[in-house]
């Protein structure tokens, strides 16, 4: 059982992400799902289980958070460690080998398991969760989701009795989500507590035992699943909630005659270290267009990504701007990439200094501007690396308005997002494509391909497949691509 008893908590100079008279029980193999804005409290809630609050994020704390009786700040982290894991909003973070094996049984060696042991535990967590294709394989050269899998195996590999998951679906693609869920479901049958604390949440709604919504670090409702649900659309919206059925969310885009072409890709491949990843490339785009880039964990969209900033090398075939052949610095000149990681891109020591670092001449009103429409200007004077993983990724778009590069390019934009964040990411790139830029974006988002996108270019399997317009015309197809998602 675990019991939260009045907990007060602030982290200093913050005024979010804290915690006010926070009272909460949870039975031994229930599954909690905490949801909320941005900021809300969630992943404080789940700090202060696994001990990182007080012990490495310190603030002013008061309250008793107690774990079958025992308080849990009393206790070392390596006890901690053996009866709950936690798997963190950005896998990275967590990683302390260069290779998916040594990963999974790191903890396990930290526990002195017995080789013969070990080796068993890692191979029934390969099986289990179906991961023998990344065996063996560098976590360098994964993709984000399929980091998010191994960073999930490390854990059930150890067998803890807690699980603490933080936004565990913000990198996956729509079969990993549903992977996810029937691990989730494993897990509940093994007899294991489940704290989730998610931004999507359709997936959960038939795993999670009760819903805790949280609003300015305030618990403000308990739900059963089947209540959450019947909350009115407009309502769970107000509240800052995604949607909880995709099969009733719809493409809000009807586009007429597509703009005159301005860029082209003909016959394209993109390879590593001579193997090809995408191959058969071509298509052309125009000045407004938003066009949502979807596919696998995996297929090569990143890549794809980062070859239309110049920024991959190992290409073949033909880029072109107006007619005009463009080289890897043409393409660098030209293009802005918002990356699926945003900790890589943010250098400056406030979030004012990030949103004009590197940019000449940055018009300051702009700066404002774009720190306001993202709900950024409170924090202006705070460090980046202060904020949650979704305001993080707002700087970084916020960047890309300021910049004037004519190409922008967004990986998972929405990655870690709530509904209200991810609607202001929304406007900001309609805005962007109305003042004539052309922007890809690389997403597995059902909401916000419908929110935002002209377009999408579907990569399955190394090879792209037709792109499609999406309108009410072409939902059915935009619904067999996020077919797994959209089963119910």
């Known amino acids: 059982m675990i019991e939260l008893k009045h907990i007060n908590f602030s982290y200093p100079g913050q005024s979010s992400g804290g915690l006010q008279d926070i009272n909460l029980t949870i039975q031994d193999g229930e ?20 001990g990182l609050i007080p012990k490495f994020y310190t603030g002013e704390l008061s309250g008793t958070v107690l774990v079958d009786g025992q308080n849990i700040s009393d206790q070392p982290m390596y006890q901690i460690s053996e009866r709950i894991g936690s798997v963190f909003q950005n896998p990275r973070t ?12 790191f903890g396990l060696e930290n526990e002195g398991i017995p080789p013969e042991v070990l080796r068993q535990r890692v191979e029934t967590a390969s099986r289990d969760l179906g991961l023998d294709h990344l065996r063996g394989c560098s976590l360098h050269r994964m993709s984000g989701g399929e980091k998010q899998k191994i960073a999930f195996a490390s854990v059930y590999a150890m067998n803890p009795d807690i699980y603490l998951l933080d936004e565990p679906s913000s990198n996956l693609d729509m079969d990993a989500i549903q992977e996810l869920k029937e691990h989730l479901k494993l897990v509940r049958k093994q007899g294991k507590t489940i704290l989730i604390a998610e931004h999507r949440l359709y997936y959960l709604m038939d795993v999670a035992d009760r819903v805790v919504y949280l609003d300015q670090g305030e ?48 016959n394209a491949g ?24 979807v596919g696998r964990n995996g297929s090569g969209k ?11 090398r190992q290409v073949s075939g033909q880029f072109i701007w107006q007619e005009r052949s463009q ?3 043409d393409r ?45 200007f409170p924090c202006r004077d705070r460090h980046p690396n202060t904020l949650s993983g979704g305001q993080k990724q707002r700087v970084a778009v916020a960047v890309s308005m300021i910049c004037g590069k ?8 929405t990655s870690g997002l709530d509904y209200d964040s991810m609607t202001q990411v929304a406007g900001l790139i309609k805005e962007l494509a109305a003042m004539g830029k052309m922007i890809f974006v690389v997403t597995h988002d059902y909401e916000f391909v419908c929110r935002t996108c002209t377009r999408v270019f579907h990569i399955d399997h190394g090879e792209p497949c037709d792109d499609i317009f999406v309108s009410l015309e072409t939902e059915k197809l935009l619904r067999e691509i996020f077919s797994v998602q959209l089963q119910g």
């Open 406 to 413: 004519e190409l922008l390019v967004f990986d998972e934009p």
């Open 332 to 376: 660098l000149k030209r293009s802005y990439m918002v990356m699926q990681d945003v900790n890589f891109q943010l250098f400056a020591d406030s979030v004012a200094a990030e949103c004009s670092f590197g940019i000449r001449n940055a018009d300051p009103e702009l700066v404002q501007a774009a720190m306001e429409k993202l709900g950024l």
């Open 327 to 329: 080289e890897q610095k």
């Open 219 to 266: 618990i403000k409702g308990v739900y059963t699943p089947g209540i959450f649900q019947r909350i009115p659309p407009l309502e769970r919206e107000r509240m800052g909630l995604r949607a909880v059925d995709l099969r009733k969310v719809h493409p809000r885009t009807r586009e007429g005659l597509r703009p005159e072409p301005v860029f082209s890709i003909r």
């Open 94 to 105: 967590q990683f302390f080998n260069t290779d998916s094996d040594s990963e999974i049984a």
């Open 31 to 50: 599954c909690i799902l905490l949801c909320g804005r941005s900021g809300c409290g969630k992943t404080t809630i789940t700090r202060l289980i696994n």
């Open 302 to 312: 990143t890549t794809f990504s980062r070859a239309l900033c110049g920024l991959h």
């Open 270 to 293: 993109l390879y590593y270290k001579k193997k090809a990843v995408v191959e058969h490339i071509s298509l052309s785009a125009g000045a407004g267009e938003v066009i949502g880039i």
